[in-house]
């Protein structure tokens, strides 16, 4: 027998998706997929996702893009849950409630969790595709490429990232998992950029708040080998909203800086030098 145990469908899509069959949670636990990103096994389990879309029959230009995150027996456990067994894609939809209001989270269509006869358990989430956003280093990238002054528009792209990362911590949540591939930020700069950040599975509220500091920054700085060490550190004072660090928030620069993670990575010290 299967069983829905779970099921949160956005009520502005929700014909959209019963015309397209998604609707039909059983069909797609045995769907084959064309892999964006191959499942990967573990935790006991599988997870995956898939890039398809709503209405493949439409021209091209009206097509609407979604990715479909699916796993099994993909669980986790901790102290806080008591140990039992928890799907990392519940956890990420704790995330996204806790978020829903900042304007920082994909469009979120369908979550759905089941049980089978057999014992197993699964869920999935559809999310829209991000549509006019890239991911940050792509977007350096072309404005080093295009702009011979770029380091006000990078400057203003990593406050935009820094006021993101700020509010989401600002609920109580870090990211646990944070790095620049998990960004992503709007082409359009006018009047500001706009943020979004995926993957929520490791979600979870800290208890210290220099947890956010010495898991998300430190995570996400380390990974951008892509930033210069000044534009790092700007990032830091923008995050921490000053001109200069406190003896408390130069204590945990001085962390970061233990931590390696504001150092430059090669490929940017060849193209600066």
Known sequence: MFRIEKIHVAPEWEQQLSVAGLLDVESLTTREFDWFERPNKRLGGWSGVSRLYLNPDAPKDEQVALFLKIQNNHCYRT????????????REMDAFEALKDLG??????????????????????????????????????????????????????????ADATRAMHATGWAHFAYKPKHVFISTESEPE???RLIDFERARRPLSAKTFVTEDLSRFLRHSRFLSREQKLQFLLDYFQVESFDPKQQRLVDQLETDKSLRVGKALKAAVA
Do not use: C, M, Y
Request: net charge positive; no cysteine.
């Open 104 to 161: 920082v989270l994909p469009e979120l269509l369908l979550f759905a969790k089941w049980r089978t006869a057999d014992g197993d358990v699964g869920s999935l989430i559809i999310t829209k595709e991000l549509r006019g956003f890239v991911e940050l280093e792509d977007l350096l990238k072309t404005i080093r490429s295009t702009q011979s002054q770029s380091d006000t528009s990078i400057r203003k792209a990593l406050r935009a990232v």
């Open 193 to 195: 950029h706009q943020i």
């Open 79 to 90: 102290i806080g849950n008591s140990f039992k067994k928890r799907l990392t894609f519940e």
